[in-house]
């Protein structure tokens, strides 16, 4: 059974910087995709950064040039650092793993973590 545990979020003030890990278990994690999404509240669930099996890296026009994610495959671990953040960047922000190792679009098969909240605010 696939467990991912997202940890990292807080409270953090326009301008600042956060880094999300999710740590993953339960599959051959390095031949998955896996991305971020984030959820803010009202509003429907959506892709904030994906990374392929092969270390490939795709953003969100609203992240470009202050997300990075990242992966370490030894330690079943992906990664987001948040730079620049600003209010529109609050969200309860969710790790997945795609079924695919070369997308990572939701499916309904993919796995999803508990997520973490992130919050910005002065």
């Known amino acids: 059974q696939v467990q991912l545990v997202e940890s990292g979020g807080g409270l953090v003030q326009p301008g600042g910087s956060l880094r999300l890990s999710c740590a993953g278990s339960?599959?051959?994690?390095?031949?998955?995709?896996m991305a971020w999404y984030r959820q803010a509240p009202g509003k429907q669930r959506e892709l904030v950064a994906g990374?392929?099996?092969?270390?490939?890296?795709g953003y969100a026009d609203s992240v470009k040039g202050r997300f990075t994610i990242s992966r370490d495959n030894a330690k079943n671990a992906v990664y987001l650092q948040m730079n620049s953040l600003k209010p529109d960047d609050t969200a309860v922000y969710y790790c997945y793993q795609s079924p695919s190792g070369s997308t990572y679009g939701a499916s309904r098969t993919g796995n999803w973590g508990q997520g973490t909240q992130v919050t910005v605010s002065s």
């Open positions: 990374i392929t099996s092969t270390g490939s890296a």
């Open positions: 339960g599959s051959i994690f390095s031949i998955y995709a």
